[in-house]
């Protein structure tokens, strides 16, 4: 066991390490940007006197580019590489909130939202892919630890953007500073990212296939798509909607009320801070039905029993049950799990990647419409079908047998 871990250590040191935290740091900006933006939302509606529709208008530009990246971003990723991939398009996520902050109307907040979603797409695969070749070197999960550095990023973004906002900061100054500092911290840290001839080769011979339009698409990979986008929709639903049921729901104060979605964020970050030593110790099947288990607690928590205190409880385990769902996802993709070979590993991502969020965007959608209907706490309790499409398509993660020993 001792002979094992050295094995790990050593693969670990030098630059493994530096990449895997070159990537945390990616993680963290990005989260950095997404927190800052959440934050001063309210500010921008303001600053373009939009409606409430509007503003749907220009978050959904964001999705509708988000999601086309993802037919994009698999070929770009293996055709170029992780590493020049994820630090070109990390720097233009940063500025594009810059560009954002100086739209002078709401034609133009759209077209800019457009393309930062599109840059964020072809980001997410690339910084995901980027860890699944440091997992692949170092011959453990690390994954989780890059997601968590994302929640840090983002609870810090949301910090900033307060401040900002007590100080009356400008946008264009606020999110002029955080690109800033965002752009150095990823020049400092980029050259630190694996480049490809750094990572072993992967026995399937598709990674060395030229990429098409078609490839990535299998039973296994709709499967996996399908679990990652029930994780996705729940941990959605969750997030978005807490305030508003701890407010209409449980009749907390508004101030209290807003603390739900911090709960939910700080326990999500904190399992996944040690996500990493649970999947390499229960392995991803035992782990992904455990989570499951976790976040249905915390949902009957939170419908059972009607008081503020124990709905932000159930908030906390939703938080910590949805948090290792989709690093577990994608790491299995990096692992080569039955029935995910025939295309290159950023090309499968992507496809995954575009399922996930999927889910992540009509979440939140489709309770509202059911709120409408039943009433909220009925909607919500219908997130016990995609939890069970996680406890049942785990299996789906299990890792490939190589010689009769399972893959790490």
């Known amino acids: 066991m001792s002979a094992r871990r050295d094995v790990t250590q050593r693969r670990d040191a030098g630059p493994a390490r530096r990449a895997r935290l070159a990537n945390q ?21 303001d600053a373009l006197s939009l409606t409430y529709a509007e503003l749907g208008w220009v978050l959904l530009a964001q999705a509708v580019g988000l999601l086309l990246a993802m037919q994009v971003a698999g070929l770009v990723t293996a055709r170029y590489g992780s590493k020049p991939v994820t630090r070109l398009f990390a720097l233009l996520a940063a500025w594009s909130y810059v ?33 699944l070749e440091i997992e692949r070197v170092v ?21 900033l953007g307060a401040a900002a906002t007590r100080g009356a900061w400008p946008l264009d100054q606020h999110f002029g500073a955080v690109a800033i500092g965002v752009s150095l911290l990823l020049i400092a840290s980029g050259p630190w990212l694996l480049a490809p001839n750094a990572v072993p080769s992967s026995p399937d011979a598709s990674e060395h296939r030229r990429p098409t339009w078609r490839m990535g698409w299998s039973w296994a990979v709709v499967a996996l798509g399908g679990v990652g986008a029930a994780a996705a929709l729940t941990e959605a639903v ?8 701890l407010h209409e729901a449980r009749g907390a104060a508004a101030d209290v009320a807003a603390a739900g979605f911090t709960v939910f964020m ?37 419908l059972a029993v009607t ?82 499409v996680v406890v049942l398509g785990a299996r789906h993660t299990a890792r490939r047998r190589v010689g009769g020993v399972k893959a790490p």
Do not use: E
């Open 307 to 388: 008081n503020v205190w124990s709905a932000m409880a159930g908030f906390a385990l939703m938080g910590s049950g949805v948090a290792l769902a989709n690093p577990i996802v994608f790491s299995t993709i990096g692992s080569g799990a039955a029935g995910l070979t025939g295309a290159p590993t950023g090309v499968l991502l992507a496809r995954v990647a575009m399922m996930i969020y999927g889910g992540a965007l009509l979440g939140p959608a489709l309770i509202g419409w059911l709120a409408d209907a039943v009433g909220l706490s009925a909607a919500l309790s219908g997130l016990v079908l995609p939890l069970a």
């Open 266 to 302: 700080v326990a999500q970050t904190g399992t996944r801070l040690v996500g990493d030593r649970l999947q390499h110790a229960y392995g991803p099947v035992i782990l992904l039905r455990c989570s499951a288990a976790v976040a249905a607690g915390g949902l009957l928590l939170i």
């Open 139 to 159: 011959g453990r999960p690390v994954l989780h630890s890059m997601h968590a550095a994302w929640g840090i990023g983002a609870l810090a973004g949301g910090a």
């Open 99 to 131: 560009l954002l902050s100086t739209a002078p109307n709401l034609h133009s907040a759209i077209a800019v939202m457009f393309v930062s979603g599109f840059v964020a797409g072809i980001l997410d695969v690339a910084m995901n892919a980027q860890g």
């Open 238 to 245: 969750s997030s978005s909607w807490s305030t508003i049921f």
């Open 25 to 45: 740091v990616v993680f963290l900006t990005v989260g950095l940007l997404v927190g800052s933006w959440f934050s001063r939302m309210p500010r921008f509606k």
